[in-house]
């Protein structure tokens, strides 16, 4: 019963802050002087006049707005104001896989490499691998991810040779984009695993485990591990909405026809459909995320319970 009702008040958090995301978008959007037809100067106004009433950006706000919140409840996010027989169901549908495909592999990259990074630099703390760890997480956190993603192409492209410098369709293709969007939430899950592990290593627990003689690779993996991955667990969330968001940039650098493209230009045209439908996108992705994190969390922290309703009034 307990976890029934942390489900079902995770639930209306989530469905309230897309409510109030989707709120927001289209507000500000609605607020910024000019419309998706006023670039074109050489149209006729009667001819722009047609088009707002094909449209409807000529009804009133309110009807707009129920028409969009309608559009967002049913999925059905409307045509795209400057792709002629284009739908924006249609844009995400071919954008999405290709920037989830190198989202997970840059997640994977991060979540792999981070946490042995971590776990070296906690075991080995104060000496020589634990300073060379940290050194290369403090690269991966000043470095932005469209500078090294300039450096690989001129590095392993231009240079060496060994991989492409652009485009989408191999997975050598998809290597240097990967290793140019995990390089921070890489960076932040080492020194988070190994900030977590030097706590957890003083333990009594684990000191007792030490003196029985277990191996420090079984104490590590069935002990520690556990308890010192917690932090890193609720850091998922907002590691995969920066993973999304970062890759906005990486896909233009490197030529990816993902979402990122699509959302840049659908800025730069003022096309409002395109712009509300990818932004309640990735707000989707990101509350979901963050509900997976919280009952994953729930699950390895056996602490997180709803206080009950007695306490309440104690």
């Known amino acids: 019963m307990q976890l ?7 639930l ?9 995301v989707a709120s927001l978008t289209f507000f500000l959007l609605k607020s910024i002087p000019g419309d998706p037809f006023s670039q074109e100067q050489a149209v006729p ?10 449209y409807g950006l000529d009804e009133p706000w309110h009807i707009q707005y129920f028409k969009y919140l309608k559009g967002i409840a049913t999925w059905n996010l409307g045509p795209s104001f400057k792709y002629e027989g284009r739908t924006v169901n249609e844009i995400i549908s071919e954008g999405a896989p290709v920037s989830f495909i190198l989202g997970a592999e840059a997640l994977i990259l991060a979540i792999i490499f981070g946490i042995t990074l971590g776990s070296i630099a906690a075991i080995k703390r104060c000496r020589f ?11 991966g956190i000043s470095i932005p991810n469209f500078i090294l993603a300039t450096f690989l ?17 191999s ?9 140019s969007l995990s390089a921070l939430p890489m960076a932040f899950i080492a020194r988070l695993t190994r900030g977590n592990m030097v706590e957890v290593l ?16 079984l104490i590590v993996t069935r002990h520690v591990l556990k308890n010192s991955l917690l932090t890193v667990v609720t850091y998922l969330a907002p590691l995969c909405s920066g993973i999304l968001t970062g890759s906005f940039v990486v896909e233009k650098i490197f030529g990816i026809p993902g979402l990122g493209g699509w959302f840049v230009t659908s800025i730069t045209n003022r096309d409002y459909t395109v712009i509300m439908g990818v932004t309640m996108f990735y707000s989707s ?15 390895l922290d056996p602490r997180i319970k709803l206080i009950p309703r007695s306490a309440s009034h104690g």
């Open 202 to 217: 003083e333990q009594d627990y684990v000191m007792t485990a030490k003196s029985k003689g277990l191996p420090l690779f």
């Open 12 to 20: 209306l958090i989530l469905l309230f802050s897309l409510f109030l």
């Open 285 to 299: 992705v990101l509350m979901t995320s963050v509900f997976l994190v919280d009952l994953i969390y729930y699950f």
């Open 4 to 10: 029934i009702n942390f489900i079902f008040k995770k």
């Open 129 to 139: 691998p634990d300073h060379v760890c940290m050194i290369m997480a403090v690269i």
């Open 171 to 179: 997975f050598t293709q998809s290597i240097l984009p990967s290793i």
């Open 153 to 169: 192409q001129y590095f392993f492209s231009m240079k060496l040779g060994i991989l492409p410098v652009a485009r989408w369709g």
């Open 45 to 54: 106004e009667e001819i722009i006049k047609s088009m707002k009433a094909y």
